[in-house]
């Protein structure tokens, strides 16, 4: 599968499959969605960066703050990555499919969430969440 990459607030940059829509939802937040409008599969991405009085928020507290919205009811799920990641899987009560994961350093969380009718699609849409990338300051952070 081909994908563009797309670079987000805060020095994220995120895979999404070739030929799918990006709209900004306001600062850190973006949704992706492929430009046949009969596919309902959404990538909803979030980053986030936190700091007090300049000094970044360690490491720790941003795996915690995502693993606080992991629920209670989903499955762990691995994803090959240099980055530090926490993923799950999840079939709502509604029937849709979420695939969660949370790329976290030093002052910094970026969330991405696929939410699919099937499995299949889910994992299509996530699959460039492997090569999500972190860059500050131009280099790359890992």
Not at 26 to 45: L, R
Request: overall charge negative.
């Amino acid at each position: 599968m081909s994908y563009k990459m797309y670079k987000l607030d805060f020095g994220w940059e995120i895979a999404v499959p070739e030929g799918w829509i990006m709209e900004k939802r306001g600062q850190g937040s973006c949704i992706f969605y492929p430009e046949n409008p009969e596919d309902e599969t959404t990538i909803y991405a979030s980053a986030f960066h936190s700091e007090d009085h300049k000094l970044l928020t360690p490491e720790s507290l941003m795996k915690s703050a995502f693993e606080r919205s992991i629920p209670e009811n989903s499955e762990a799920l691995d994803i090959p990555t240099r980055l530090h990641c926490k993923a799950f899987t999840q079939l709502g009560a509604d029937g849709v499919y979420r695939i969660g994961a949370g790329f976290y350093t030093e002052g910094e969380l970026l969330s991405l969430n696929v939410y699919a009718k099937n499995e299949e699609k889910a994992n299509e849409a996530a699959s460039g969440f492997s090569h999500t990338k972190f860059t500050r300051g131009g280099k790359n952070a890992f």
